[in-house]
């Protein structure tokens, strides 16, 4: 599976603009986000997992720059996601602090998918302490306790097992470790 | 107004949703235990959230001066258009469950067919629920299972929640005016087209659970033409308290 990338050079379609480019495996989701916006973006985080960006969530659908007004498309993880409202009152506020207008709109098509997070995104969840999401046929598998396969984030042992379907927030499943008998939270595949 | 008919079958959808997770946020903190608390309240949520992505879409075509707020907090009873069954009591947990068992197996044979509307932002409620609502029913269903194939008690339980809750499920395929209008324009969706299915596999379910199906012959109806049980008004009591007494007030 491709995971997503940033790319820095510019595509030939458009030589004055560079577009941050999300694709997953089928080559059909893009994103697109003006370079120079990049910068600002990075500084915003979910506000239940701090270690990641909105970047590296991939609820940053479009984010482009018209008129000195920044247009910002963005999608919730979940419908009831109550972080949505926070990161929309936070990418407004980061784009304040260096004078310009941020409007946000909230889409919810094409809706958001695990595939989405980044690769970088993923790896600093799991130092974070949260276990990566698995493929989707695994992800039903372990959520119906039918095979151990989730990684405890700070032992590494796959001998895990499902405590309960719904952990700390929307998007995540309260894991425990057999080995070090830590608990920790699972991002659920969500596709 | 000028869309009558789909603002009309929006609330409907989205009734259900709002009076549901009302019901389950009630049990926040209340949970038998601490992972089914967590679960209840996430697909609580889950729900709120549904709920709003369609008020605000209903907000946006009645042409009025009007907020997702308004149309969540300041309707009266009569005017909420959500079936019998999301607004039965926490009697036990296994009406909980019950209740959440027999929902969710509609509400995913609903969005199933939702997506495929015409109506681009329905539909795309409709395809971000179904991740969600595929997951509630899952939770819920294995709690029937786990219930009604659990001990002498729990099964007891179970099957009383089961045959208090049954006659509220006719109701679900109950079709309004909007919604007959609205199935015939092919936006909405002709509920009476699943209405089979949906038992077969409930009582395949419940089957597996050692339980048995109730055989109704009468079954309430009228909520989702506005007249609820008795229940409704201590809902809205709750849930309208703040912006009643604090008109337009916000976080």
């Given amino acids: 599976m491709v995971r997503p990338y940033f790319t820095l050079s510019a595509p030939d379609s458009c030589r004055d603009e560079v577009f941050l480019i999300y694709k997953n495996k089928l080559l059909t989701e893009t994103a697109k986000i003006q370079s120079h916006l990049i910068p600002v973006l990075k500084t915003v985080s979910d506000p239940e997992i701090p270690v990641l960006s909105v970047l590296d969530l991939g609820v940053i659908r479009e984010a482009i720059e018209e008129n000195g007004i920044v247009k910002i498309k963005l999608t919730p993880t979940y419908s009831g996601c109550p972080a949505m409202d926070v990161i929309a009152d936070d990418l407004k506020a980061a784009f304040s602090e260096i004078s310009k207008k941020a409007e946000v709109e909230l889409v919810l098509s094409p809706a958001w998918s695990t595939d989405w997070i980044s690769e970088e995104g993923l790896q600093k969840m799991e130092e974070y302490g949260i276990a990566r999401p698995l493929s989707e046929s695994h992800d039903k598998d372990v959520l119906l306790g039918e095979k151990k396969m989730v990684k405890c984030p700070q032992c590494g042992s796959t001998n895990t097992h499902l405590v309960s379907q719904f952990g700390s927030t929307a998007c995540k499943a309260l894991f425990k470790c057999d080995d070090c008998q830590e608990t920790f939270d699972y991002f659920k595949c969500l596709k | ?251």
């Fill in chain 2, 1 to 251: 107004m000028k869309n009558l008919n789909l603002y009309n079958y929006i609330l409907t959808i989205a009734d259900n949703s709002l009076i549901l997770a009302q019901r389950l946020g009630e049990l926040c903190g209340h949970g038998p235990n601490l992972e089914t608390d967590i679960a209840l309240t996430n697909i609580s949520l889950d729900l709120l959230g549904q709920t709003r992505s369609y008020y605000q879409y209903a907000a946006k075509i009645s042409g009025e001066d009007k907020t997702e707020d308004d149309i969540a907090f300041l309707r009266i009873e009569r005017e909420y258009k959500n079936c019998l069954l999301v607004e039965q009591p926490n009697t036990h947990f296994g009406h909980v469950i019950g209740r959440q068992f027999l929902f969710d197996s509609y509400h995913l044979m609903l969005m199933e067919k939702l997506q495929d509307s015409p109506d681009e932002t329905l539909a795309a409620i409709a395809k971000k629920g179904i991740k969600e609502v595929s997951y509630h029913k899952r939770f819920s269903s294995d709690w029937v299972k786990r219930l009604g194939d659990g001990t002498e008690e729990s099964n007891a339980k179970m099957q009383e929640a089961i045959d208090d809750l049954w006659h509220y499920t006719d109701e679900l395929f109950f079709m309004t005016e909007a919604e007959k209008v609205l199935a015939e324009d092919g936006i909405g969706v002709d509920i009476s087209t699943f209405k089979k299915k949906y038992y077969e596999e409930v009582s395949e379910i419940l089957k597996e659970a050692t339980l048995s199906v109730p055989e109704n012959k009468y079954f309430a109806k009228g909520g989702k033409e506005g007249v609820h049980t008795e229940y409704m008004g201590y809902i809205l009591a709750d849930l309208q308290y703040m912006q009643r007494t604090y008109p337009n007030m916000t976080w």
